[in-house]
């Protein structure tokens, strides 16, 4: 059930986050979250924790509870791209980009045409295939030849 003055609270979260007044955001989501379990609800929306998920990771650089948070929400509605969006983003934060590029990927089979993990992916570019298919990409073989690759293409 929606509460109404943390639905507020989140709306103005939204604003303030696009209006890159990120510090401003998180205490918006925060006080959504807040407001929903003074309210009695048992949990917050997934939508509420993603995005004080986001802003813990890129405003307070806390990437383990980041990435808690959007883990969490990315679960409980897992139709929902832009909790994929957020979760992504927040790996990236963490240097964890193959599970970034793992959670853009799911959710861009949620929305194929979803414009902030269509940019995501394009900023974050494309690997090769290893040079020795049957070796794990991170051999000391793959990374050495890979190296040697890149070099002689450049």
């Known amino acids: 059930m929606l ?12 604003i303030a986050w696009s209006e890159d007044r990120k510090r401003e955001a998180m205490a918006f989501f925060e006080a959504a979250i807040e407001l929903e379990r003074k309210l009695g609800e048992s949990s917050p929306q997934a ?30 509605e897992q139709f929902d791209p832009d909790l994929r969006w957020n979760l992504a983003r927040v790996l990236l934060g963490a240097g964890r980009r193959g599970k970034a590029h793992e959670a853009l990927r799911k959710g861009l089979r949620l ?7 269509r940019r995501e992916l394009r900023r974050m570019g494309f690997r090769r295939r290893p040079v020795v298919g049957f070796l794990p990409r991170h051999n000391a073989i793959n990374v050495y030849l890979g190296r040697l690759r890149r070099k002689r293409s450049a």
């Open 3 to 14: 509460v109404p003055s943390a639905e507020e609270s989140f709306r103005r979260g939204l």
């Open 111 to 117: 929305q194929s045409d979803h414009p902030g993990i």
């Open 47 to 76: 939508r509420y924790l993603s995005y004080y998920g986001l802003c813990l990771g890129l405003v307070r650089r806390q990437w383990h509870e980041a990435v808690r948070f959007c883990r969490e929400a990315a679960s409980r």
